[in-house]
């Protein structure tokens, strides 16, 4: 269940609704995002004029879209985290090394969003961008940072947010989620065998800071014919390791 804001302003709110209609829509003149909404082309008309003033959607003939002013935003969010400048650089030698995508996710709000990703020569190409956010039970990613959460704190997320199905392999009850999660905790890494995307493996761990704080949580994904027995129960463990201990070791000593 989503949480409800005590003393909510309805224009914000209204505001944030008619911007993640043009992202769903990929743009979309009035009338399209006025019915997709369900809100009267007069009040879509004015808010969508105001934020084109504002420089956060631009309009070509009829059709508006997301500005790059969000950019801006996004960008000065990333660069607040103290992870993400530390994990950039490892992230890219892994991917050189692996040859695969790899990733770097936290969470905010008891969703994943993805920090930073980066490809080697062979990485899969998928739709999931910098600035994703994802339910965190059904990522490698996700679960690597659950693992690492109070009982508490996993059961808040859970009924926030709920354990919706994106494959017939995601994990949806939550007596199976906490075994799970434990299993990590005792090995260390997490894995993801094509429960958010049919066909694509992951393999993750956590970033703890030095009192035991989960920062976030570093992957290597690739397809599941590359992604088989040793190679992903084994080898790719003890990279993705190895990188996380390096990068626990730098945010110790930054």
Do not use: W
């Amino acid at each position: 269940m989503a949480q409800t804001a005590r003393n909510t302003v309805k224009s914000v709110e209204r505001t944030f609704r008619i911007i993640g209609g043009l992202q769903e829509l990929g743009g979309a003149g009035v009338t399209e995002l006025s019915t997709h909404l369900d809100l009267p082309k007069s009040t879509v008309h004015n808010y969508l004029s105001t934020l084109e003033q504002e420089a956060y959607v631009v309009k070509a003939d009829d059709e508006y879209r997301i500005g790059l002013r969000f950019l801006e935003h996004g960008a000065y969010a990333r660069n607040q985290s103290q992870i993400f400048e530390i994990a950039r650089p490892e992230l890219d030698r892994l991917a050189n090394e692996t040859g695969e995508l790899c990733n770097l996710l936290v969470e905010e709000h008891g969703k994943g969003t993805y920090l930073y990703r980066t490809r080697g020569e062979n990485a899969v190409r998928v739709k999931e961008h910098v600035g994703n956010r994802v339910c965190l039970h059904s990522t490698a990613l996700g679960k690597a940072i659950l693992a690492h959460c109070s009982e508490e704190r996993v059961d808040e997320i859970i009924d926030r947010h709920g354990l919706p199905e994106t494959t017939d392999r995601t994990v949806t009850d939550r007596d199976e989620l906490f075994e799970t999660l434990a299993e990590i905790r005792e090995r260390g890494v997490a894995f993801d065998d094509e429960e958010r995307l049919s066909g694509l493996r992951c393999v993750a761990a956590p970033v703890l800071s030095n009192d035991d704080r989960v920062l976030g949580a570093i992957s290597v994904s690739g397809p599941s014919h590359r992604f088989e027995d040793q190679r992903f129960r084994e080898e790719l463990p003890k990279r993705v390791l190895e990188t996380a201990n390096v990068l626990e070791l730098n945010v110790t000593y930054s």
